[in-house]
């Protein structure tokens, strides 16, 4: 069926076509047609809504308008129409790489890459911000001070007690920057998202279904963010350096960025990440999801915890 | 108490019998649960080992702390709401104190090889 409807786009003969695993909210299948190597990305049947996803059609527009910039991602194929049969989908070329953090992380494959990919992200997401705004689909606007409010009506709504949750939120409330002027941000910059090539470095910034506008150090604070660094002891991506990611921003255009606001985003993001983790527990303590997985989730907060104390002691 | 077979044994009885009968057998995604499987036991097991301990510690931090006695989930409500209304602080080192102790704990028990405990500790 799906297979008819692909054929139908005459984008070549649709041979091998298969899905490929993880993407919670989207699904992401393979297939070639003619000699292309293409990816699908599609909503799955019956989901009514995203929750805090943009929807496809933004996603692409959003990923022209980037690779306009010069930032590094899929081809855009295809975008999916609704009389096409596909459902809401756009189709993409394939992109060399991996994205499994743990990999890029630890693998010796990446080991001669590896110094040079933290500058890298910083180049990319210095493009991707200069990215202008008019014409761009309608995407929501926030700010620290919005981004805090959502997530502690949200962890208030759990009726968690968690002390230093509590202590972060009270120090993040108090210390909310202003934003100057909102840019696009990627929303979801991190390692899983970002594909890498072992010799080229980064290949393709992935996923985009968070982007939104906002303050620039947001996405610089979210690929710093400990529990993406899957072992790693560095802090940007765990596979690099602070000095170097805020260097790529600037040898990318970017306006500089002070390492402090990127630490306040990077303790901000521990904070969100771990009332995300009290989230998915809640799907399996709601019987939605009756997974281990989901139960076992709740308590990887505690790792958000323990670098959340790490940052504000160091900061206090 | 029934102490043949211990809590302790009969995890570890469950969790041998995961990785070694019932792992071998499953694929992808199943595969992968079993490992979480294994490492929720796991966190069972050291939540029975050591939890008691950590939770009597905690409430006697907090109570010197509070300056007055409760038990431990009335004493962390209450600290709660200071440190929400800011009337505690990290920059009281007994707040500090407690919070970091209590944290590396809790990891200890959920999560023990996190590359975040080991830099916390200096371990």
New interface residues.
Partial sequence: MLEDALNALSLGPVSGLRRLSGGASQETWAFRAGERELILRRKPDGVVGGGNAIGLDKEAALIQAAARQGAPVPPIVHVCRPDEGVGEAYVMGKVEGETLGRRIVRDDAFAAVRPRLARQCGEVLAHIHATPLEGLPKLVTSDAASELEKYEAVYRGLGAKRPIFEAAFRWLKDRAPTMEKPVLLHGDFRNGNIMFHPEAGVAAVLDWELAHLGDPAEDLGWICTASWRFGGAKPVGGFGDYEDLLAGYEAGGGKPIPLERVLYWQTLGSLKWGVMCLIMYQTYASGADPSVERAMIGRRTSETEIDLIALLEKAA | MITSPTSLELIDAVIGFIEQRAAPQLK??DA??AR??V??LA?VRREIEFGPAAEDAATSRLRALLGHDGDF?DL??E???K????EL???DPQ??AH??A???D??KI??PN????K??TGG
Avoid at chain 2, 114 to 117: K, R, V
């Fill in positions: 992808d995604r992968f649960l979480v499987a490492n929720a966190a989930s962390n409500a600290l709660c709401e440190l929400a209304s800011g602080t990290l920059k707040v500090a919070l970091k209590s944290i590396i809790q990891v959920d999560q996190y590359a975040g405990l830099a916390l």
